[in-house]
C-alpha cells in the first residue's frame, strides 16, 4: 500500500475540531507564492495550484522517469497547504481577499532532496513545455503551533480562528504570528466533490509561552 501522510501522521492532518497544541517538525515542500485573491477563476493562484499538482505527481511518478531517487517509496501526494498573510497586520481579514498575500504549497516525500527537487522540475518542463519558474523547494519548521479542524466554508473561518485564539490566551500562550510564522491551513476536502459545508481544513496557528 502506499504511504499515506494522513493516515501515519494523523496528529498533524486530523486534529479534533477543537483547538490542541502541537509542536511540528521541519518538512519540506513544493511551494509557490503569490499575492491576490484565490476565488478568481483564472488567478494566480488557481494557476499556482495546477503547477504545484503538476509538480508533486511527476514526483510520485518518477520511478518512471529519467531521475531515479535513493530511498524512494510509494506514497499518496499530500494534500494542498497554504500559508496566508496581509501586509501590515498579522491578522487576517476575509472579507479583503483580494489583499492576500499566500504561500501555496505540497509538502515533499521525506526521500526527496533539493537536488532531485531540481531534477523532477526540470524534467517536467521538457516534457511538458510549462514555465516552472515560480515553482520553489521550501524547508518549514513550524514549531509550537495551535491547530484545529474546521468544517465548514473559508467564509466561515473565523469562528473557528476566534475559538482558537480564546484557547491560546486561556492557556498562558501568545499568539506568534509574524512574517516568518505565518496563518497555515491544509485542505483535506476535494471541493469538487464536498458541500462548502462539511469541507475540512486543517487551522494552524504559531504560538509562544506568555510572559
Same mark, same amino acid.
Given at each position: 500500500?502506499?504511504?499515506?501522510?494522513?493516515?501515519?501522521y494523523k496528529?498533524?492532518?486530523m486534529p479534533?475540531n477543537?483547538?490542541e497544541?502541537i509542536?511540528?517538525?521541519?518538512?519540506?515542500?513544493?511551494?509557490?507564492?503569490?499575492?491576490?485573491n484565490?476565488?478568481?477563476?483564472h488567478g494566480?493562484?488557481?494557476? #499556482?495550484?495546477?503547477?504545484?499538482?503538476?509538480?508533486?505527481?511527476?514526483?510520485?511518478?518518477?520511478?518512471?522517469g529519467?531521475?531515479?531517487?535513493?530511498?524512494?517509496?510509494?506514497y499518496v501526494?499530500?494534500p494542498l497547504?497554504g500559508?496566508?498573510?496581509?501586509?501590515?497586520?498579522?491578522?487576517?481579514?476575509?472579507?479583503?481577499?483580494?489583499?492576500f498575500c499566500?504561500?501555496?504549497?505540497?509538502?515533499l516525500?521525506?526521500?526527496?532532496?533539493?537536488?532531485?527537487f531540481?531534477?523532477?522540475v526540470?524534467?517536467t518542463?521538457?516534457?511538458?513545455k510549462q514555465?516552472?519558474?515560480?515553482v520553489?523547494?521550501?524547508t518549514?519548521?513550524?514549531?509550537?503551533?495551535?491547530?484545529?479542524?474546521?468544517?465548514?466554508?473559508?467564509?466561515?473561518?473565523?469562528?473557528t480562528?476566534?475559538a482558537m485564539?480564546?484557547?491560546?490566551?486561556?492557556?498562558?500562550?501568545?499568539?506568534?504570528?509574524?512574517s516568518?510564522?505565518?496563518?497555515?491551513?491544509?485542505?483535506?476536502?476535494? #471541493?469538487?466533490?464536498?458541500?462548502?459545508?462539511?469541507?475540512?481544513?486543517?487551522?494552524?496557528?504559531?504560538?509562544?509561552?506568555?510572559?
Amino acid at each position: 500500500m502506499p504511504f499515506d501522510y494522513k493516515k501515519e501522521y494523523k496528529a498533524f492532518y486530523m486534529p479534533k475540531n477543537k483547538p490542541e497544541i502541537i509542536n511540528i517538525p521541519e518538512m519540506n515542500f513544493i511551494a509557490i507564492r503569490g499575492k491576490g485573491n484565490p476565488n478568481e477563476a483564472h488567478g494566480e493562484y488557481k494557476t #499556482a495550484i495546477r503547477l504545484l499538482y503538476q509538480i508533486a505527481y511527476a514526483m510520485k511518478m518518477c520511478k518512471k522517469g529519467e531521475h531515479s531517487i535513493e530511498g524512494y517509496f510509494d506514497y499518496v501526494v499530500p494534500p494542498l497547504e497554504g500559508f496566508w498573510w496581509q501586509e501590515g497586520t498579522h491578522n487576517i481579514d476575509y472579507n479583503k481577499k483580494e489583499t492576500f498575500c499566500w504561500i501555496s504549497c505540497i509538502r515533499l516525500p521525506d526521500f526527496a532532496k533539493k537536488y532531485d527537487f531540481l531534477c523532477i522540475v526540470e524534467e517536467t518542463k521538457r516534457k511538458k513545455k510549462q514555465d516552472y519558474a515560480k515553482v520553489e523547494f521550501m524547508t518549514v519548521q513550524e514549531g509550537l503551533c495551535v491547530q484545529c479542524m474546521h468544517i465548514g466554508t473559508f467564509d466561515d473561518e473565523p469562528n473557528t480562528v476566534a475559538a482558537m485564539h480564546r484557547f491560546i490566551q486561556e492557556n498562558g500562550y501568545v499568539n506568534d504570528l509574524s512574517s516568518e510564522r505565518l496563518h497555515h491551513e491544509i485542505y483535506l476536502s476535494d #471541493a469538487r466533490r464536498v458541500a462548502p459545508e462539511k469541507q475540512k481544513t486543517v487551522i494552524r496557528l504559531p504560538i509562544r509561552k506568555g510572559e
